[in-house]
C-alpha cells in the first residue's frame, strides 16, 4: 500500500494562487509559453492535488506548464530561481543562462 500524505493547507487569501500567477508571468518572460488558461490550470491542479513536499509542487507545475522535453531544464531553472526569491526576474535577465542578457546587465 502506497504511503499517504496528508493535506498541505491552502491559504484561503488566494496567496498561492497569486504567487503562482507570478510564477507564470516568470516563465512566460524566460521564453516559456505560458498563457492564462495554463495559469488557471496552474492553480487548479495545485489545489486539486494538494502537496505536502516540494517535489510533488515542482512536477504538479511542470506537468501543467511543460509542454516540450526542451522546456524541462529552462522551468527548472525559473522554478529554482523564483520559489527561492519571487522577485529575481524583474531585476532580469529574463533569461537564465542568457550570455547576452547578462553581458547588457551591470554586474
Not at 502506497?2 to 484561503?12: A, C, G, M, N
Amino acid at each position: 500500500m502506497p504511503p499517504t500524505y496528508p493535506d498541505l493547507e491552502l491559504p484561503e487569501d488566494g496567496k498561492l494562487a497569486h504567487n503562482i500567477a507570478h510564477f507564470a508571468r516568470a516563465l512566460r518572460k524566460a521564453g516559456l509559453p505560458v498563457g492564462p488558461g495554463r495559469t488557471l490550470d496552474a492553480v487548479n491542479a495545485v489545489a486539486a492535488a494538494g502537496f505536502d513536499r516540494r517535489e510533488d509542487f515542482y512536477f504538479t507545475l511542470q506537468a501543467i506548464f511543460v509542454s516540450r522535453p526542451e522546456e524541462r531544464s529552462l522551468f527548472a531553472q525559473v522554478f529554482r530561481l523564483f520559489w527561492r526569491d519571487p522577485r529575481y526576474l524583474d531585476r532580469g535577465p529574463h533569461r537564465p543562462g542568457c550570455r547576452e542578457a547578462r553581458r547588457r546587465s551591470p554586474a
